[in-house]
């Protein structure tokens, strides 16, 4: 199975858990309003706010790559949702053919290659978000918007691996967050004065071959520990 029919048919798996099957009809199992393409352009907006981009603040401030990173994985559980609710409504086909059609799109083979290091400054980096969020809000071509998901995306030094790898660790982190009453508002974000997105990230930094099962059982053991669970 190829990474992105692989990531497809997880994101079909959290999507049918969190908001029941049939949730392509635009609610989920509990009457609750499903907007993908909002959840993409504030996905983007926290993604712009890891840059100092403010002129009245922390202007000698760095951007958060690592956020960063998190932020393109946050935008690309979206943009999978809205491209599987796409090609079930409109019946343009299943998993397969979804997962088929990406390869064909225009930045798919750049995507594929070793990341570059960052050549422009922050603005222009900026400047290649706003660009994708363009492409979100004037066009209705989810394979554009995918297109333009992957340009901006290997320009901040994130490429199929890279995403793999992130998404893999962020499905397991969300579905170990459903788990612990993410949903009840039960769930501890702060595991200890550390956000659960690091505490994630670090254990696939000591561990790059780690299975979904031995990250879940990672993030078990320090949960376990963090206080106020």
């Given at each position: 199975?190829?990474?992105?029919?692989?990531?497809?048919?997880?994101?079909?798996?959290?999507?049918?858990a969190?908001?029941?099957?049939?949730?392509?009809?635009g609610?989920?199992?509990?009457g609750?309003?499903?907007?993908?393409?909002?959840?993409?352009?504030?996905?983007?907006?926290?993604?712009?706010?890891?840059?100092p981009?403010?002129?009245?603040?922390?202007i000698?401030?760095?951007?958060?790559?690592d956020?960063i990173?998190?932020?393109?994985?946050?935008?690309?559980?979206?943009?999978m949702?809205?491209?599987?609710?796409?090609y079930?409504?409109?019946?343009?086909?299943?998993?397969?053919q979804?997962?088929f059609?990406i390869?064909?799109?225009?930045?798919y083979?750049?995507?594929?290659?070793?990341?570059k290091?960052?050549?422009?400054?922050?603005?222009?980096q900026?400047?290649?978000?706003?660009?994708f969020m363009?492409?979100?809000?004037?066009?209705?071509?989810i394979?554009?918007?995918?297109?333009a998901?992957?340009?901006?995306?290997?320009?901040?030094q994130?490429?199929?691996?890279?995403?793999?790898?992130?998404y893999?660790?962020?499905?397991?982190?969300?579905?170990f967050?459903?788990?612990?009453?993410?949903?009840?508002?039960?769930?501890?974000?702060?595991?200890?004065g550390?956000?659960?997105?690091v505490?994630?990230q670090?254990v696939?930094?000591?561990?790059?071959?780690?299975?979904?099962i031995?990250?879940?059982?990672?993030?078990?053991?320090?949960?376990?520990?963090?206080?106020?669970?």
């Amino acid at each position: 199975m190829t990474k992105t029919k692989q990531m497809l048919k997880m994101q079909q798996q959290l999507n049918d858990a969190t908001g029941g099957i049939g949730w392509e009809y635009g609610y989920t199992n509990k009457g609750k309003r499903i907007d993908w393409k909002r959840c993409i352009y504030l996905e983007a907006a926290e993604l712009v706010d890891s840059y100092p981009w403010k002129h009245w603040k922390n202007i000698d401030a760095t951007p958060d790559y690592d956020n960063i990173k998190i932020e393109i994985v946050d935008i690309w559980h979206f943009v999978m949702s809205e491209a599987l609710r796409d090609y079930k409504i409109n019946k343009k086909g299943d998993v397969d053919q979804l997962a088929f059609d990406i390869t064909k799109v225009v930045n798919y083979q750049i995507f594929t290659n070793n990341v570059k290091p960052l050549e422009a400054d922050i603005y222009k980096q900026i400047a290649w978000v706003e660009s994708f969020m363009k492409t979100l809000f004037t066009s209705d071509d989810i394979l554009m918007l995918i297109d333009a998901f992957f340009n901006m995306a290997y320009k901040l030094q994130v490429n199929l691996d890279i995403l793999y790898r992130l998404y893999i660790g962020k499905n397991i982190l969300n579905k170990f967050r459903q788990d612990h009453g993410y949903k009840e508002g039960k769930y501890v974000k702060e595991w200890n004065g550390v956000e659960d997105n690091v505490v994630m990230q670090d254990v696939l930094e000591k561990q790059p071959d780690v299975t979904p099962i031995e990250l879940y059982e990672a993030l078990e053991r320090v949960y376990a520990e963090v206080e106020g669970v």
